[in-house]
């Protein structure tokens, strides 16, 4: 099989830059100042060697001399400093954009993506480009630099300058690794990201590591994650070894032309012993100047591998939350028109569903596991979106219809309740409006039943929850999500075994909280508590992606042994 070609594209990393509105004033600012020092740093080596000649008592030279080298180096401390702050804002401005990218990227194109190597790309891949502006204007400098100094020689000799030419070619072999380095830092980034993934994944397992004995096969697979790392920088480190000698090779090349033709000037009387003393001290600078060009190139190419993930992350079209029409319509029944759905490995989730969710009632999904229920809810609350068929909102596609006015109007519950960092207090007011008052929060827990987990909690509210809700039982994290799914009071409820980390004590008490908020609101349970379906307006039983029946329970019971086994197998 042919090896696909790495398509090394400037575009989604000039886009990236773009958004970022990057400082360029400040930069410009750097440069000038950088081009101004140079300027007068250029003039240097003519009077270092008038110095050196014989004039080392001429007061004036030994003045000027003196005086513009501590001006350099003063002028040089500050710029220093002005140019690493722009680079970190830089760096902030850049992290914004990628990080405003990715949560306002639909579901469908997260997907393609594990979170945790995120955390890689917004941190270590974004300060990659703000690297490459830097290299930009450094390579500009550097530019300037060299044909000025090749101007100055050309003033004191034409034909050393001609014979310069000898770098050009130096120059293009060395430059010639840069476009390996491309793909090697590509490589490197990649593998960083997946070992971030992995080690989050299996710190945040470890107790899970520890039960299966599993120690011995994740340092294994450790292993095998840091392995890629190190192979990826070797093949870096190869290129820079074989482009050292290239690069530093036209160091000889330039010192070679200015002792060899600079000696026979010399010996000739076509030049004098201060012009040899200037040419040599111009020679380092010319000899610099190519090698800081193809060490910025190769610098620049390494960062355009290394921000080519992030470049094509902020790429990515973002949602579009303003559609054709508000959702500030009449109530209307909601109905999945032939919907068939599938996630990121292809494989159909939903396959030609159709049902019917009356408005103001409840409506129960039920079926065995990986018949497609969660998936329709995520439909409903349109963290995606259908790819064949429709979801409607009475006669309205829910397509033209505001995303953001859509989904602040649905309250989800789902089973794993995910918690975020903070306490209590942050989770359960998280996403609800700041002047919803003390009492509304107070009612939300004591209908969750939080009030009892606050009681064994010695900060009560401001209790932390650590990370993902590490310091609480699924039960309390579940109680918590349903507090702020009641605080928030939404006109549609969406429950994924709202109550399945429950207790029978605790879920009867919820659930009685439950069914007070469903009564008059359009509601989608999916369930297997039968005191849920039983009580529903509505059943539609499900089987391999597929609806299979609907009507109401003692309807299904009675029509359909497919449900009525189903049923059956839950009183056990």
């Known amino acids: 099989m042919k090896k696909q070609k790495t398509k090394q594209e400037w575009g989604p990393f000039l886009r990236l830059i773009k958004a970022a509105k990057v400082p360029w004033g400040f930069y410009v600012l750097n440069i000038v100042v950088n081009l101004l020092m140079m300027t007068v740093y250029m003039f240097m080596p003519q ?248 060490f910025f190139w190769q610098n620049l190419k390494k960062t355009q591998g290394a921000a080519k993930t992030v470049g094509t992350i902020a790429d990515m079209a973002p949602e579009t939350m303003e559609r054709k029409r508000s959702f500030a319509i009449p109530d209307a029944d909601i109905r999945l028109d032939n919907v068939s759905f599938a996630y990121d490995d292809g494989k159909k989730v939903l396959d030609g569903v159709t049902m019917d969710i009356p408005k103001g009632k409840v409506t129960a999904i039920v079926g065995p596991s990986g018949s497609g229920k969660s998936t329709v809810l995520k439909l409903l609350e349109r963290l995606y979106e259908p790819q064949d068929g429709r979801l409607l909102f009475g006669d309205i596609d829910a397509e033209d219809i505001h995303l953001n006015e859509w989904r602040a109007s649905f309250g989800m519950v789902p089973q794993d309740s995910p918690l975020l960092f903070g306490t209590v207090r942050d989770n359960i007011t998280y996403g609800v409006d700041e002047n919803t008052g003390e009492e509304a929060l107070q009612i939300a827990i004591r209908d969750a039943k939080v009030d009892e987990i606050l009681a064994r909690m010695p ?46 004590l605790n879920e009867n008490a919820v659930m009685d909280a439950l069914n007070r908020l469903m009564k008059g609101r359009t509601t989608v349970v999916v369930a297997h508590n039968l005191r849920t379906i039983e009580n529903a307006d509505n059943i539609i039983f499900m089987e391999n992606g597929k609806v299979v029946d609907s009507g109401t329970h003692t309807e299904l019971y009675d029509s359909n042994a497919t449900y009525r086994r189903y049923v059956d197998l839950q009183k056990k």
């Open 459 to 504: 900060d009560g509210l401001e209790t932390d929850v650590g990370d993902v809700g590490s310091k609480l039982s699924g039960g309390e994290k579940q109680r918590i999500a349903l507090a702020r799914m009641m605080i928030r009071d939404p006109e549609y409820l969406l429950l994924d075994e709202a109550t399945s980390s429950l207790d029978a």
């Open 47 to 294: 009077v270092a060697g008038q110095i050196m000649a014989g004039e080392i008592f001429n007061p004036t030279l030994i003045v000027i001399y003196v005086a513009v080298s501590l001006g350099i180096m003063l002028v040089m401390l500050p710029s220093t400093l002005f140019d690493t702050w722009v680079n970190l804002t830089t760096d902030k401005r850049m992290r914004s954009v990628v990080w405003r990218k990715i949560i306002h990227l639909p579901m469908k194109s997260l997907d393609t993506m594990p979170p945790t190597t995120l955390v890689s790309r917004v941190t270590g891949d974004t300060s990659s480009a703000s690297y490459a502006i830097s290299y930009l204007f450094q390579m500009v400098t550097t530019i300037y630099s060299l044909v000025g100094t090749l101007i100055i020689v050309a003033g004191i000799n034409v034909t050393m300058v001609l014979l310069m030419a000898l770098l050009i070619p130096c120059i293009i072999l060395a430059s010639i690794p840069s476009h390996y380095m491309h793909n090697a830092e590509h490589k490197i980034r990649t593998a960083t990201a997946d070992y971030t993934n992995f080690l989050a994944e299996r710190l945040g397992s470890l107790k899970q590591i520890k039960a299966f004995i599993a120690e011995e096969k994740e340092d294994v697979r450790n292993l095998a994650a840091a392995d890629a790392i190190c192979k990826a920088n070797i093949q870096l480190a190869i290129l820079d070894i074989i482009s050292q000698p290239l690069t530093y090779g036209m160091e000889a090349v330039v010192q070679g032309i200015i002792l060899i033709y600079g000696g026979y000037l010399l010996s000739s009387g076509k030049l004098t012993s201060a012009d040899i003393v200037t040419l040599f001290m111009y020679s380092e600078a010319i000899s610099n100047g190519a090698i800081q060009f193809v």
